[in-house]
């Protein structure tokens, strides 16, 4: 970026407002390492989903890492300079760009996974080659990089005086009008692909239920889609909403590219930061075997917690030992009224949009049901299994 005759090179530090975005903006963006990298772990550690959508997921978390790395260096200047750009960043303002698409496009190769793994429920699980996952994002990485390139050429051609940056593209204006028409259909396409994703898999995991309805394969995939549609519906919400706050701000730009405040860039790169932190909490908060495993590292990680609770409930847990070593073998025990009977029968499970059959979306939920049915065969009388047979 041109800074060449402009105030904020020769002020010592940035007006009060924008101190305070470019402070806050610092603030999320070095916190935001830590929920990446640590979703990136449970996506590397364990298999709660396909390979494909493991591979598009750590993908995309190491692309948040990104942005928030290429921000930080500018951020550090403008703080203690009020020097917005300076020209030996124009590297990272490429660089920022490229990670900056490659977040605002992601939501395409997700939906498109995820209709496979409906289309194809019947196999899909049995597929481990994440082939179509990496294909997606050679896809999505050499699109990003053409418009990223793009962008920030324009970012680095452009001046900025008094708090104001003047961009000199010819077309820059028209390029935003355009960009912005053509993502909002497809954000709305996608967002609506996911809520049915979510709703046909939630009816066929109820069907599935009955006799001879679907294998044990599907059911899991059925139950699989469900968890991992709940899971992208959240991100892509988080998606939709920064991607709707970068829409306007750019058609600030497509009205008038001669004056666009400081302001504005600074309210997108903010409200960017705010996502590098709430899409791998929200993607691990909505997804329930991701969530068990994140509780069971921060109980490891506070050992004095756990000491706390243990002294206070050790009159207890000497009196519960022996039902929990049945229960280590029976999850659901018969005739017994434990506390983990009572709490899963006051659990209500969801149900379908449709049908209004219970549907199975919790692992304890889908551990009583299958334990009912193996109880159930295992009281049918004999004379009854054998007509049974006959009839088959």
């Not at 889609?225 to 959240?234: G, I």
């Not at 039902?323 to 029976?330: G, K």
């Not at 009572?342 to 969801?350: D, G, Q, T, V």
Request: proline share 4%; glycine share 2%; net charge positive.
């Amino acid at each position: 970026m041109d800074s060449n005759n402009t105030t904020l090179t020769t002020k010592s530090s940035p007006a009060p407002i924008n101190f305070a975005i470019a402070l806050s903006e610092l603030i999320l963006d070095i916190s935001a390492l830590i929920p990446n990298i640590y979703f990136i772990f449970i996506l590397w550690s364990r298999h709660d989903l396909h390979n494909n959508l493991r591979v598009l997921l750590a993908s995309f978390s190491s692309c948040l890492i990104l942005v928030a790395l290429t921000r930080l260096p500018t951020e550090f200047n403008y703080i203690f300079t009020g020097v917005l750009y300076i020209e030996v960043f124009n590297w990272l303002v490429y660089g920022h760009e490229v990670a900056v698409m490659f977040f605002r496009t992601i939501i395409v190769p997700l939906t498109f996974e995820r209709v496979l793994a409906t289309i194809y429920s019947k196999n899909y699980e049995q597929q481990k080659s994440p082939k179509i996952g990496i294909w997606a994002v050679v896809l999505t990485l050499l699109i990003s990089i053409a418009i990223g390139i793009y962008i920030g050429s324009e970012l680095n051609n452009s001046s900025i005086r008094n708090g104001v940056i003047t961009f000199r593209g010819s077309y820059y204006g028209l390029y935003h009008i355009i960009d912005v028409s053509v993502r909002l259909v497809i954000w709305i396409i996608c967002f609506a692909i996911f809520v049915l994703i979510l709703r046909y898999n939630q009816r066929c995991y109820a069907f599935s239920r009955l006799p001879n309805k679907h294998n044990l394969v599907q059911r899991y995939q059925f139950a699989e889609n469900v968890r991992s549609s709940k899971l992208l519906l959240a991100v892509g919400i988080i998606i939709f909403v920064c991607n709707l706050h970068f829409d306007c701000v750019m058609l600030r730009i497509a009205y008038n590219k001669d004056y666009f405040n400081v302001e504005y860039s600074q309210s997108f790169d903010f409200v960017l930061a705010v996502a590098l932190n709430a899409i791998p909490i929200a993607a691990i908060w909505f997804h329930s075997s991701m969530l068990e495993a994140f509780k069971s590292h921060l109980k490891h990680l506070t050992p004095c917690l756990c000491i706390f609770k243990c002294f206070s409930k050790s009159n207890n847990s000497i009196q519960q030992q022996p039902q929990l070593a049945i229960n280590s073998i029976l999850p659901f025990p018969p005739n017994h009224p434990t506390t983990t009977n009572k709490r899963l029968n006051n659990y209500k499970s969801p149900r379908a949009l449709l049908t209004g059959q219970k549907l199975i979306i919790g692992r304890e939920e889908e551990q009583r049901v299958y334990f009912n049915e193996l109880r159930k065969s295992w009281n049918v009388p004999p004379y009854e299994m054998k007509k049974k047979y006959i009839k088959y």
